[in-house]
């Protein structure tokens, strides 16, 4: 079964800590993705990457970075973590365009608590 | 930027009625109609989607319909089970940019036994 893997479903953080989360998929998948989710705000996008070591800043990159290494591997960095990114984390991944089609794959998600 | 409406935001049925989801768009040039399913505790899921080029697309209860001109889109579940109830989000994205979806913000449906 095919997947989208996020390292970990719950973590609580210290506020100016810097926070990684992992996010691997086993598709094959060039394109990837960081969103965030909170009520009545919907899917954010903070940052994609449709090539290795190649990212673009998404809707709301300010306080992230990421980091794409490898192909299967996409990793959110979160540089002094604030109470405000307090949020659920999606990761999703999704073929190159003009291929079986341009849907997401997405993982569970990591809720993450800065405190 | 594309910009991306959804309505309503809470959707509550009885079992067996349909259900029916509309979003509109902004960006001409979307080309790429997707809707996700979201159950408590998990991510979306791809439902059905919808390319510019077709009009209608079924899958068993599910259809989504597109009307280009007026930019808007829609899903329609029909018999509605419990099984159902779960948050529903669409998004539109074009062939560029990695096809990157601009999300609605999603419609919590409810279906009562």
């Known amino acids: 079964d095919v997947k989208v893997t996020q390292s970990s479903r719950y973590l609580v953080k210290r506020t100016g800590e810097k926070v990684f989360l992992e996010c691997v998929q086993d598709?094959?998948?060039?394109?990837m993705f960081w969103y965030r989710q909170d009520p009545g705000l919907g899917l954010r996008l903070i940052y994609f990457?449709?090539?290795?070591?190649?990212?673009e800043k998404g809707d709301i990159p300010e306080g992230y970075s990421v980091s794409r290494e490898k192909k299967e591997r996409f990793s959110l960095i979160l540089e002094s973590a604030s109470t405000n990114q307090t949020s659920m984390y999606l990761c999703?991944?999704?073929?190159?365009?003009?291929?079986?089609?341009?849907?997401?794959?997405f993982g569970s998600g990591t809720r993450l608590t800065v405190v | 930027g594309e910009n991306v409406e959804q309505h309503p935001s809470t959707l509550s049925v009885q079992e067996g009625d349909s259900a029916v989801i509309k979003c509109t768009y902004s960006d001409s040039a979307s080309n790429y109609f997707p809707w996700y399913k979201q159950e408590l505790g998990k991510g979306p899921q791809l439902i059905i989607d919808i390319r510019s080029n077709v009009g209608e697309k079924k899958d068993q209860r599910i259809a989504v319909t597109l009307n280009k001109t007026a930019k808007h889109f829609s899903l329609h579940i029909t018999e509605t089970q419990p099984e159902d109830s779960a948050v529903y989000f669409c998004?539109?994205?074009?062939?560029?940019?990695?096809?990157?979806?601009?999300f609605g913000d999603g419609t919590t449906l409810t279906v009562k036994p």
């Open positions: 598709m094959d998948h060039e394109n």
């Open positions: 998004a539109a994205s074009k062939s560029a940019n990695a096809g990157k979806s601009t």
């Open positions: 999703a991944s999704s073929p190159r365009q003009g291929s079986i089609g341009l849907g997401y794959t």
């Open positions: 990457s449709y090539d290795v070591k190649m990212k």
